[in-house]
């Protein structure tokens, strides 16, 4: 019982740490950073997954003080906990669209969670993308054809929802990489999902624009 009144303890400092990453990043100390650096590797899963929120939460507005800990995100790409692998792909989206440098050459670990047997962790991975991409999407040349065949993923509830949006993003800056998979989407117009055939337009749209 004392331990897990511990790690309710923990789990709720990391929480705080978390929220004023979001909304007061430069109120963020070097004792909080320290804090969880000493946890990430905690056994406790729901700790660690909170810690990989809150280093999102504080990479999008200030990378250089968490880019230490990237290399444990991408290690637990391969977690067996989903929600460690959701959030972990969290925490490389946002540090990376912040600072491109510390995930460039790495691409390819996080693309490699296409065939994730967890949908939530196939979105997320499609999320992380969509966020580095904002800041360099000629990185994802190479995986057009990846996000295509995603557009017919069994999983309607998350990943077909989000999967348009990274065409969208990497059309608004090299429409020339994703000017091919126009037919594609424009197949998907029909989706029984209506917050794909919403995206599906929008992705079209912005590629149609900026060719």
């Known amino acids: ?62 990378p250089e003080i968490v880019k230490h800990l990237l290399n444990y995100a991408f290690g637990d790409l391969q977690n067996e906990c989903p929600a460690i692998r959701e959030n972990a792909l969290f925490a490389i989206g946002r540090t990376g669209r912040a600072d491109i440098n510390l995930v460039k050459d790495r691409i390819n670990e996080i693309i490699n969670l296409y065939k994730d047997n967890n949908p939530k962790v196939r ?38 929802k989000e999967i348009p949006e990274i065409f969208r993003v990497i059309g608004k800056s090299n429409p020339e990489f994703v000017e091919q998979s126009l037919e594609k989407l424009k197949g998907k117009l029909d989706d029984n999902k209506k917050v794909m055939r919403i995206h599906v337009k929008g992705a079209i749209k912005v590629i149609e624009r900026n060719i």
Not at 25 to 50: A, H, M, P, Y
Not at 129 to 150: G, H, T
């Open 123 to 160: 979105m997320s991975m499609i999320w992380a993308c969509e966020n580095i991409a904002n800041s360099k999407a000629d990185l994802f040349e190479p995986y057009i054809k990846i996000f295509e065949e995603m557009l017919d993923d069994v999983d309607e509830e998350y990943v077909k």
């Open 1 to 62: 019982m004392e331990i897990n009144k511990e790690n309710r303890e923990l789990i709720k400092k990391v929480k705080t740490i978390s929220r004023n990453g979001f909304q007061n990043t430069e109120t963020i100390s070097g004792e909080e950073i320290d804090f969880l650096t000493q946890n990430i590797k905690s056994t406790d899963k729901e700790l660690v997954e909170k810690i990989y929120w809150a280093i999102g939460q504080i990479g999008i507005h200030r």
